[in-house]
C-alpha cells in the first residue's frame, strides 16, 4: 500500500517502530506500520480469536458543515444522506459525471448540518471541492484526529469497563461521543476485519495513551498490536474491497463491484446518476470470489482465462492460514461468474485452477459484524 508521501504523519509512530516496524511503507500520504517483528498470520489468529489493534489514522476524515451541508453531500454522493439520523454512519460512494468510481467513503452524521466524512487513496476531496460551487458549506480536513481500530470478539469486553457508556449498546454503524480512559473520543462500531470491532477517535495528543491503555487491557486476554499486513489478510478474508485495487477498469462503476447498496436512485439528482441508470445492466465485469488450488496466494493483476480466452483479472489475494486456501477477488465477465464455474488463473509463468465461490469467504453471513439477536 504505498502513496507519496508528503507531511501526514502518526503520533503513534515511535510505538510501531518499537514493534519492529520501518515504516517504509506508506499509504494516503501518510507512513503506515506494514510490518511488525511479529508474525502477520499470528496477528490474523489473534483478531479472529481475541483481537489485535490497529493504527488506521491514515485514513483522511474531512468535516462538511454549514446549512448546505446535507444537500451539498446529497448531491456529491451515490447515498441518500437524509435517510440517516444522528449517530449513524454509512458507507457511500462519489461517482464522476460518467458514473465511475472516484471513491468510497464512510460518513458519519454528527447533527444535521454537521458530517465527517472518512476516505482512503481516492479522489473524494478533489472531487468535492470541484462540485461545491454555490452550496454554503465549509470543506475541512482534520488533520489532528488519529484513528485507533479494536477489531475482534473480545474488543467489547476489553473497552466496556473504560467507557462511562454502555457500549454493549453501540449498534453496527453507529458512532457516539464519549469518553476512553477518560479522554474525550468518538467511538463507531465498525472496521475493515469482518469481526466485531470498535474504532476509537482521538486527538494526536491523546492517541499514544489511548493506544497504550488499549493494549495494558487487553493484554491479559491476548490482544496484540497488529500490523498492515495482517488487515489485507483479514480484509480478503471477508471480502472487503480496497479503493482502487479491486476497481480495475480506471473506470469502474459501483455497479461493478457489486455496491448496488450504496446508490439511491430515488432522491433527486446526483453527480453520475444519469451515468449509472445507462450502465447497470452494462457491467463489463463483477467483482467474484475465487478458491485458487495453490499453496500460497496469487500475485493481483494476474490473468483470468476460460478455455484459453482471458475473461477477468485478480485483484486482491491472500492466503488464509484460518481457511486454509488460497483466496482471491477478481474482477470476472459476467458470464462466468456463476458459483461454482471453473477458471484458469496464469501467474508467474504457471496455471492454477479456480473455483468460483460465495464471498465473503470468511463469515459469509456476517453473524460476526451482525450477530442474530441485533437483527430486526
Known amino acids: 500500500m504505498h502513496g507519496t508521501l508528503k507531511a501526514r504523519s502518526s503520533a503513534l509512530n515511535d510505538r510501531h517502530r518499537a514493534l519492529g516496524s520501518d515504516l517504509s511503507s506508506s499509504w494516503n500520504d501518510m507512513p503506515v506500520p506494514q510490518n511488525y517483528n511479529t508474525c502477520p498470520y499470528a496477528e490474523a489468529e489473534a483478531v479472529r480469536n481475541r483481537a489485535g489493534l490497529f493504527d488506521v489514522s491514515a485514513l483522511k476524515m474531512v468535516n462538511v458543515t454549514g446549512p448546505d451541508a446535507l444537500v451539498f453531500l446529497n448531491h456529491v454522493l451515490t447515498s441518500d444522506v437524509s435517510k440517516a439520523t444522528v449517530g449513524d454512519s454509512h458507507i457511500s460512494n462519489i461517482v464522476n459525471a460518467d458514473g465511475a468510481l472516484v471513491d468510497d467513503v464512510m460518513v458519519y452524521v454528527d447533527g444535521p448540518d454537521k458530517f465527517r466524512v472518512s476516505h482512503g487513496g481516492g479522489g473524494f476531496e478533489e472531487a468535492?471541492?470541484?462540485?461545491?460551487?454555490?452550496?454554503?458549506?465549509?470543506?475541512?480536513?482534520?488533520?489532528?484526529?488519529?484513528?485507533?481500530?479494536?477489531?475482534?470478539?473480545?474488543?467489547?469486553?476489553?473497552?466496556?469497563?473504560?467507557?462511562?457508556?454502555?457500549?454493549?449498546?453501540?449498534?453496527?454503524?453507529?458512532?457516539?461521543a464519549t469518553t476512553l480512559f477518560g479522554k474525550p473520543v468518538q467511538i463507531a462500531r465498525g472496521g475493515y476485519s469482518a469481526e466485531r470491532g470498535y474504532e476509537v477517535y482521538c486527538s494526536s495528543a491523546d492517541a499514544p495513551y489511548v493506544w497504550d491503555s488499549i493494549l495494558a487491557a487487553g493484554k491479559p486476554v491476548g490482544v496484540v498490536p497488529a500490523s498492515w499486513s495482517c488487515?489485507?489478510?483479514?480484509?480478503?478474508?471477508?471480502?472487503?474491497?480496497?479503493?482502487?485495487?479491486?476497481?480495475?477498469?480506471?473506470?469502474?462503476?459501483?455497479?461493478?463491484?457489486?455496491?448496488?447498496?450504496?446508490?439511491?436512485?430515488?432522491?433527486?439528482?446526483?453527480?453520475?446518476?444519469?451515468?449509472?441508470?445507462a450502465k447497470k445492466g452494462k457491467e463489463r465485469s463483477f467483482i467474484t470470489g475465487l478458491d485458487v488450488e495453490h499453496h500460497e496466494a496469487v500475485q493481483p493483476l494476474a490473468k483470468i482465462t476460460a478455455n484459453g480466452r482471458e475473461v477477468g483479472v485478480v485483484t486482491s489475494t491472500t492466503f488464509s492460514q484460518h481457511l486454509m486456501k488460497s483466496l482471491a477477488m477478481a474482477q470476472i465477465e459476467p458470464a462466468y461468474t456463476k458459483l461454482g464455474t471453473e477458471l484458469m488463473i496464469e501467474d508467474g509463468g504457471r496455471q492454477y485452477r479456480a473455483v468460483v465461490v460465495q464471498m465473503p469467504f470468511y463469515d459469509p453471513m456476517r453473524l460476526r459484524t451482525h450477530p442474530v439477536p441485533e437483527r430486526t
Open 128 to 176: 468535492a471541492a470541484a462540485a461545491k460551487g454555490s452550496f454554503n458549506v465549509t470543506l475541512q480536513r482534520d488533520e489532528d484526529v488519529h484513528i485507533i481500530s479494536l477489531q475482534g470478539p473480545l474488543a467489547l469486553d476489553v473497552l466496556a469497563p473504560h467507557t462511562p457508556m454502555k457500549l454493549s449498546d453501540l449498534k453496527y454503524f453507529h458512532h457516539t
Open 231 to 277: 488487515l489485507d489478510i483479514i480484509r480478503v478474508e471477508g471480502g472487503l474491497l480496497f479503493f482502487p485495487y479491486d476497481m480495475t477498469h480506471g473506470d469502474t462503476t459501483p455497479w461493478e463491484v457489486r455496491a448496488d447498496w450504496t446508490i439511491d436512485l430515488s432522491k433527486p439528482d446526483f453527480i453520475g446518476k444519469q451515468a449509472l441508470v
